[in-house]
């Protein structure tokens, strides 16, 4: 009783193995692919350009410190009343007025100068980081565009190799038919240039795809050559959520830290008019029957010729501050402009793919049947069939280059007008 149930539970326990192998090449398969969101993690991850903008942040944080801080000391070492005549000429040791000096002299910036640099370089921290933004929707803009352009070459030669097979059933169709008496001898040649022109259709598409794989390559690496799996997002874009959230346009978000560094350099200039002012202390060595001394100074700048001084620095300052408002109000202009363009299209994008797909595309599927019907029932010609054929391939590589479009529309518009806190941190 024992072999029974011991021969049974064999193949259950290859069936098992064999299950585990078959999920085990799924897994590895899937984890060979590249999908929408792994695209663009990757890209973020490994873009030299967001590198380059992670160093020039540090480089703004490192600028932070020595911004407030006193410029270096100097140190002074020299002579005071040396004799050069006389029989005591340059003679350190016998002139009770001779000295031997060493001093240390610091100058001290005002605090409204020290205040402002430390506000300029803060500002330039915040610059950094806003530009690390802009580099990094960017990325993943022109990643996921480039995602979806290949995943659209790809669907367009699926469809090219699936019309291979169909064509070769029609040309059988078509000797069927001359072997039966029917049609005409130029019939058989027509199925031949369908199937040329078919191919013609795939080496264009190819040449596309490598080019697509090319650009996904730019931002991926060798990552770019992986195969394509899953689809892209399908946002919920609407035109009062994307107009409610432009102020987070990337070119509109680096306005606010370029305001604070003009500000603060604006405060810099304005401190000029203060004066500064700095301390020299000295220790003087005389001859030994002499007692050695000690020196104070304290020095104060003395702005008095503002007029050609800081005055001209001052409205150098608020010049640029009025041309960057004025600036920003041109950049808000042109992106509420460009939202408007931009959602039109994405509109007009939308309703042809639905008119493509729900239409168009059906209208070419049922010509076809009706023209190949005809043609087989003797009431049709070949040539009809083979112009309906064409009709369709080309509706249906409209189809899948619309959808594409509006998909990459939408993430254009997604990119540069969306809420996009917190994705591909």
């Known amino acids: 009783m024992l072999l029974p149930a011991y021969t ?20 590895s398969a899937f984890a060979q692919s590249l999908t929408f969101q792994k695209a663009l993690a990757t890209a973020v991850s490994d873009t030299p350009a967001l590198r380059a903008n992670a160093a020039q942040v540090d480089a703004a944080r490192y600028s932070v410190t020595p911004a407030g801080e006193l410029p270096d000391p100097k140190l002074a070492l020299g002579i005071d009343n040396l004799p050069i005549q006389g029989q005591d000429r340059y003679s350190l040791t016998k002139d009770s007025m001779t000295m031997q000096r ?9 605090g409204a100068k020290r205040d402002a640099r430390i506000a300029a370089a803060n500002g330039r921290v915040e610059l950094a980081e806003a530009q690390t933004r802009v580099t990094r ?13 290949r995943n659209t070459v790809e669907q367009q030669l699926a469809r090219i190799d699936a019309l291979v097979g169909e064509n070769s059933l029609l040309a059988n169709a078509v000797r069927a038919q001359l072997a039966g008496g029917k049609g005409s001898a130029a019939d058989a040649v027509m199925p031949r ?27 991926l690496g060798s990552d770019g050559e992986l195969p394509l799996a899953g689809d892209p997002p399908d946002w919920n874009l609407s035109r009062d959520g994307l107009a409610h959230t432009l102020h987070q346009h990337p070119e509109l978000a680096l306005f606010e830290p370029r305001t604070k560094v003009l500000d603060a350099e604006l405060a810099e ?9 700095g301390v020299d202390v000295a220790y003087q060595k005389r001859a030994p029957e002499f007692g050695d001394m000690v020196s104070v100074q304290l020095r104060l700048d003395l702005p008095v010729f503002s007029g050609s001084r800081q005055d001209p620095q001052i409205a150098a300052r608020q010049a640029e501050r009025t041309a960057l408002d004025a600036e920003r109000e041109a950049t808000l202009r042109e992106h509420i402009a460009m939202l408007d363009a931009d959602w039109a299209d994405y509109q007009r ?19 076809v049947r009706l023209t190949t019907a005809a043609w087989r029932g003797g009431k049709g010609m070949l040539a009809d069939v083979i112009t309906a054929r064409r009709e369709r391939i080309d509706t ?10 509006r998909q990459q529309m939408a993430v254009r518009l997604h990119y540069a007008y969306g809420d996009v806190s917190g994705e591909q941190q």
């Open 102 to 110: 060493i001093g240390i002299s610091q100058d001290i910036p005002n």
């Open 8 to 27: 049974a539970a064999r193949p259950s326990r290859r069936h098992g193995l064999l299950l585990a192998v078959l999920l085990g090449l799924a897994s």
């Open 193 to 219: 240039q369908e199937a040329a022109m078919i191919e013609e259709r795939r080496d264009e598409l190819a040449a596309r795809r490598q080019q697509a794989v090319a650009a996904l390559k730019r931002w």
């Open 349 to 367: 994008l939308s309703n042809a793919s639905k008119r493509q797909r729900d239409i168009l595309l059906p209208l070419a599927e049922e010509k």
């Open 269 to 277: 200039a304005k401190a000029g008019k203060r004066p500064d002012w």
């Open 137 to 149: 929707l960017t990325v993943l803009r022109e990643t996921a565009t480039a995602w979806i352009t």
């Open 396 to 405: 249906e590589l409209k189809a899948i280059a619309v959808e594409g479009e």
